[in-house]
């Protein structure tokens, strides 16, 4: 069998989603656990760019129906990126150093992921059942062995580096497994149908969450899921009371279990004051605005490194974003975002359409928004997967309008052939229950 280019690009996107996420956590939990190799050293940079190379060869088969379906958006991506890959090459290029170059190589290394993680969202098959099937199963396993892990060892934390004897670099922390639990889980709520099966899948989530101990990941996830059942409770009863019984479910649970949650770092956002990680992320913000008010126009290309003398010494914000591309840099980063969160949003609410591509948009760019406000650096690649998913949504609607349109009218204007109304009428028909809530879930070539 021959793929096209595009089949072939949902294809890998559809795999390469799986391995980036939840495949993420099982790799480095087996790697952990001893039972294989660290055969792929950290996975998500070695996949990430085995991704690249495969998605610039595809991406010209893709760009034309991208850059007419997205009404501008894509273009601005694209423009973005290039304006990141300039600002940085000129920046080494006039001053050089150590310290240029560091900060060249962290540029280009988020330049990759970025472009991976927008194409990858882009060209998801949301619509996949085997895609649901896998994500399904793993997020079971994951489930099911935190919860091992809580009740065989009384831990309410789980850490992966801590099962090895020696440090091991080639094993994640606790941000990374964070990360990818949380697309699972946003990924699942947006390809799920029934109430109940959110219900269940927002209680477990939250403690997966929990269990995996990231403060930013888990209120994020919290702060959605709250967002999601406060729209759908709205606009139906099931999901009223869907919500009342999730809170009191998650009210319980804590409840019953506070003196062994009171002393997890979770709970620590009720007193932050206290908390070294907090601190250091108030001085480093601190640093960051300084900066920005020496040069508001153009920021400090590099300043993390050269004050904190390490790349990771940024602000933990969207700040970071003006420190190191100047204003405008940070004007398209976020916005970005903002008009995906936004435009999924209106979609949402406007027009009510409740499927899972527009669910799936408007959640990733929701966390991503709050996240690169509150606690997240512009290298953080997660929002470019929310800019795909935007571009997926709006591609998706506008072959559904016309798909719509061609079946109604009909070939050589034969929408006014008695003998064709039937079955356009059935076809209507079926449109409307879709817009129901119902997501239309057609097979895949996945």
Same mark, same amino acid.
């Given at each position: 069998?021959?793929?096209?280019?595009?089949?072939?690009?949902?294809?890998?996107?559809?795999?390469g989603f799986?391995?980036?996420?939840? *495949?993420?956590?099982?790799?480095?939990t087996?790697?952990?656990?001893?039972?294989?190799?660290?055969?792929?050293?950290?996975?998500?940079g070695?996949?990430s760019?085995?991704?690249?190379l495969?998605?610039?060869?595809l991406?010209?088969s893709?760009? #034309?129906?991208?850059?007419?379906s =997205?009404?501008?958006?894509?273009?601005?991506?694209?423009?973005?990126?290039?304006?990141?890959?300039?600002?940085? $090459?000129?920046?080494?290029?006039?001053t050089?150093g150590?310290?240029?170059?560091?900060?060249?190589?962290?540029s280009?290394?988020t330049l990759v992921?970025w472009?991976v993680l927008?194409?990858m969202?882009?060209?998801?098959?949301?619509d996949?059942p085997?895609?649901?099937?896998a994500?399904?199963?793993?997020?079971?396993?994951?489930?099911?062995?935190?919860?091992?892990?809580?009740?065989?060892?009384?831990?309410w934390?789980?850490?992966?580096s801590?099962m090895?004897?020696t440090?091991?670099?080639?094993?994640?922390?606790?941000q990374?497994?964070?990360?990818?639990?949380?697309?699972?889980?946003?990924?699942?709520i947006?390809?799920? &149908?029934r109430?109940?099966v959110?219900?269940?899948?927002?209680?477990?989530?939250?403690? $997966?969450?929990?269990? #995996?101990?990231?403060?930013?990941?888990?209120?994020a996830?919290?702060?959605? $899921?709250a967002?999601l059942?406060?729209?759908?409770?709205?606009?139906? $009863?099931?999901?009223l009371?869907?919500?009342?019984a999730?809170?009191a479910?998650?009210?319980?649970?804590?409840? /019953? !279990?506070? &003196?062994?949650?009171? @002393?997890?770092?979770?709970?620590?956002?009720?007193?932050?004051?206290?908390?070294?990680?907090?601190?250091?992320?108030?001085?480093?913000?601190?640093?960051?605005?300084?900066?920005?008010?020496?040069?508001?126009?153009?920021g400090?290309? @590099?300043?993390?490194?050269s004050?904190? &003398?390490?790349? *990771?010494g940024y602000?933990?914000?969207?700040? /970071?974003?003006?420190?190191?591309?100047?204003?405008?840099?940070?004007?398209?980063?976020?916005?970005?975002?903002?008009?995906?969160?936004?435009?999924?949003?209106?979609?949402?609410?406007?027009?009510?359409?409740?499927?899972?591509?527009?669910?799936?948009?408007f959640?990733?760019?929701?966390?991503?928004?709050?996240l690169?406000?509150?606690?997240?650096?512009?290298?953080?690649?997660l929002?470019?997967?929310?800019?795909?998913?935007?571009?997926?949504?709006?591609?998706r609607?506008?072959?559904?309008?016309?798909?719509?349109?061609?079946?109604?009218? *009909?070939?050589?204007?034969?929408g006014?052939?008695?003998?064709? !109304?039937?079955?356009a009428?059935?076809?209507?028909? @079926?449109?409307?229950?879709?817009?129901?809530? =119902?997501?239309?879930?057609?097979?895949?070539?996945?």
């Amino acid at each position: 069998m021959v793929l096209s280019g595009d089949a072939l690009t949902a294809r890998a996107s559809a795999i390469g989603f799986f391995v980036l996420f939840p *495949g993420f956590i099982l790799y480095h939990t087996l790697v952990a656990m001893g039972l294989i190799p660290a055969f792929l050293g950290g996975l998500f940079g070695v996949v990430s760019v085995m991704l690249f190379l495969l998605y610039c060869a595809l991406l010209p088969s893709q760009l #034309l129906v991208l850059l007419g379906s =997205t009404r501008g958006y894509a273009l601005v991506t694209f423009a973005f990126f290039a304006y990141v890959l300039l600002w940085s $090459v000129a920046n080494f290029g006039l001053t050089g150093g150590g310290i240029m170059r560091a900060a060249l190589v962290q540029s280009v290394e988020t330049l990759v992921l970025w472009l991976v993680l927008f194409v990858m969202g882009y060209r998801l098959p949301l619509d996949s059942p085997r895609l649901a099937r896998a994500f399904w199963l793993a997020f079971a396993l994951i489930a099911g062995y935190l919860l091992f892990h809580v009740a065989t060892t009384g831990q309410w934390m789980f850490f992966a580096s801590r099962m090895v004897e020696t440090e091991d670099a080639s094993v994640s922390t606790y941000q990374g497994y964070a990360r990818s639990a949380l697309v699972l889980l946003v990924f699942l709520i947006a390809v799920s &149908e029934r109430a109940a099966v959110r219900a269940t899948l927002i209680v477990l989530g939250a403690f $997966v969450m929990f269990v #995996l101990g990231a403060r930013s990941e888990l209120y994020a996830f919290l702060a959605l $899921v709250a967002l999601l059942m406060t729209l759908w409770a709205g606009m139906s $009863v099931k999901y009223l009371f869907t919500l009342l019984a999730v809170v009191a479910v998650l009210i319980g649970l804590v409840m /019953s !279990q506070f &003196e062994g949650l009171a @002393g997890s770092r979770q709970l620590q956002i009720l007193d932050m004051s206290g908390t070294s990680s907090w601190l250091a992320r108030q001085n480093l913000g601190q640093r960051a605005v300084e900066q920005i008010l020496a040069n508001p126009l153009l920021g400090r290309f @590099g300043g993390h490194i050269s004050t904190a &003398e390490l790349t *990771g010494g940024y602000a933990h914000s969207m700040l /970071s974003a003006w420190v190191n591309y100047g204003a405008l840099g940070f004007l398209l980063y976020v916005g970005l975002t903002a008009t995906a969160f936004l435009g999924a949003a209106l979609r949402m609410l406007v027009a009510g359409d409740r499927s899972a591509w527009w669910v799936f948009a408007f959640s990733i760019n929701f966390v991503c928004l709050l996240l690169i406000v509150l606690a997240k650096p512009v290298f953080w690649p997660l929002p470019a997967l929310g800019w795909g998913a935007f571009a997926n949504a709006m591609l998706r609607t506008r072959q559904e309008c016309g798909s719509d349109t061609t079946q109604q009218a *009909g070939p050589l204007g034969a929408g006014r052939d008695e003998s064709v !109304q039937p079955h356009a009428a059935r076809d209507l028909q @079926g449109r409307i229950d879709n817009e129901s809530g =119902t997501p239309d879930f057609r097979s895949s070539a996945l």
